[in-house]
């Protein structure tokens, strides 16, 4: 079945203590992204990646890391959590970064709270 | 400036009837696209439709179809025989053609702030 996973899907955690958020993909999709969802904000971007080892901030990047060093996996790191962190976090892929009529497959979301 | 707009925070609907959700959009690319995702309170996010800026057509996928005025810069998704099912969060998004040395930014969404549907027996 063709996806975007994401673990985990809940995480409560505390301020200053690094954690990563995985992302995958098995469509060998080019293009991934992470965004954040905020009640009244709608979702922001925050970093996005056209393909291996290309990353690029998005709207939002501070305090928020990725890499992408396989095609199918895009993780976002948060080195130092702090509270204003806590949102609904999305993985998204896409075929290809050209193409306007390519729709992004999101991921399932991860809820994360920073106290 | 908003890029896009959705001015309807929460909508109401009986069942079986049709309800339009507002979006309006500011770009000023030739080509661009126009999505509409949409996220049950199980959190996914589910895509419904989309409208590519030269589609003479209005786009239409089963139930849903978007009401594209292009002069007006809207993008209203219309829901037909709305059921209970289609209580949900429904975001508008847009990704703009941008430029040709940089697609990466041109293959961001960008989103609406979201319509709360709720639909009544």
């Known amino acids: 079945e063709a996806q975007v996973t994401q673990n985990p899907r809940y995480l409560i955690t505390v301020t200053g203590k690094k954690l990563t958020v995985t992302c995958s993909q098995n469509m060998n999709h080019e293009y991934m992204s992470w965004y954040r969802q905020d009640p009244g904000l709608g979702l922001r971007q925050i970093y996005y990646s056209m393909n291996v080892e290309v990353t690029d901030k998005g709207d939002v990047p501070e305090g928020y890391k990725v890499s992408r060093k396989e095609k199918r996996n895009f993780p976002l790191i948060l080195e130092s959590p702090s509270p204003n962190q806590t949102s609904l976090y999305f993985c998204?892929?896409?075929?290809?970064?050209?193409?306007?009529?390519?729709?992004?497959?999101f991921g399932p979301g991860t809820r994360l709270t920073v106290t | 400036a908003q890029k896009i707009t959705q001015t309807q925070p929460g909508m109401f609907v009986q069942e079986k009837e049709a309800v339009t959700l507002d979006c309006t959009y500011d770009?000023?690319?030739?080509?661009?696209?126009l999505f509409w995702y949409k996220q049950p309170s199980s959190g996914e996010m589910i895509f419904l439709i989309y409208q590519g800026s030269y589609d003479e057509q209005n786009a239409t996928e089963g139930r849903y179809s978007l009401n594209f005025q292009k002069a007006r810069k809207s993008a209203n998704l219309v829901i037909s025989a709305s059921q209970l099912g289609d209580s949900a969060m429904y975001f508008c998004a847009m990704r703009e053609g941008g430029s040709l040395v940089n697609t990466g930014t041109a293959s961001k969404l960008t989103f609406g702030t979201g319509t709360r549907l709720q639909v009544t027996l």
């Open positions: 998204a892929s896409s075929l290809s970064a050209g193409g306007l009529g390519y729709e992004q497959y």
């Open positions: 770009t000023s690319d030739q080509s661009y696209g």
